[in-house]
Structures are given as structure tokens and as C-alpha cells.
């Protein structure tokens, strides 16, 4: 069983930047970020291996970074440039067999969100 913890959530102006933070209790391989809001499906926006390679929705390449420290099991999102659309609960995620594609299937462990708020 894997726990995960999100903070780093608050609210923002446009333009702004942000820094996510999420604590595993374990070691996980697979891990990544999705969002959502209400009434919306749950969206992937960003993955990352223990290789260093990353993977991005296109709605925040660019603007939002998906780092890891493995040795502390702690993973980060900074983000970048906010927009008022980027305003969501973020979730931080884990899979034990894959994550690349940022597939809701592949997800074993969720954290329990932390809320992201963008004015205007």
C-alpha cells in the first residue's frame, strides 16, 4: 500500500507560479500529476521516470516542470505562467506498471488532492 500527500495548493493571480509537492510513504517507479475540475473528467499533465525523462500534456508544456528526488520519494510540479483555466485540484499519482502515457487506467495511488485557484 502506497500513501500520497499533495501540498503547495493556493490561490494565485494570473501569471503567477506555483510549486507542488507530494510525499510517497514508499518507493513507487511510475508517478505523475493530474487535475481536475468540476464536472470535468480527470486530466493527466505530466509524468516522469526515474530516468529523468518527462512527459507533458500540451496544455502546460512550456510552462509547467515535473521533477523527482527518488532517494526521498518526494516528487514536485512547478508551475509557471498561470492561467485562469489552470485552476483545478491537482492529484498526485502512481502506477506500478506505467505512468508515460498518463492514462487513469494505470493509476494504483492517489493522493488526496490539493486545491488550485487562478484570478484574474
Known amino acids: 500500500m502506497v500513501q500520497l500527500v499533495e501540498t503547495g495548493g493556493d490561490s494565485v493571480q494570473a501569471g503567477g507560479s506555483l510549486r507542488l509537492s507530494c510525499k510517497a510513504s514508499?518507493?513507487?517507479?511510475?508517478m505523475g500529476w493530474f487535475r481536475q475540475v468540476p464536472g470535468k473528467d480527470r486530466e493527466g499533465i505530466a509524468s516522469?521516470?526515474?530516468?529523468?525523462?518527462?512527459n507533458y500534456a500540451d496544455s502546460v508544456k512550456g510552462r509547467f516542470t515535473i521533477s523527482r528526488h527518488s532517494s526521498d520519494n518526494i516528487m514536485y510540479l512547478q508551475m509557471n505562467s498561470l492561467k485562469p483555466e489552470d485552476t483545478a485540484v491537482y492529484y498526485c499519482?502512481?502506477?506500478?506498471?506505467?505512468?508515460?502515457?498518463?492514462?487513469?487506467?494505470?493509476?494504483?495511488?492517489w493522493g488526496q488532492g490539493t486545491q488550485v485557484t487562478v484570478s484574474l
Open positions: 499519482a502512481a502506477g506500478r506498471s506505467g505512468l508515460w502515457w498518463l492514462q487513469l487506467s494505470e493509476v494504483n495511488y
Open positions: 514508499t518507493y513507487v517507479y511510475y
Open positions: 516522469i521516470l526515474v530516468n529523468g525523462s518527462t
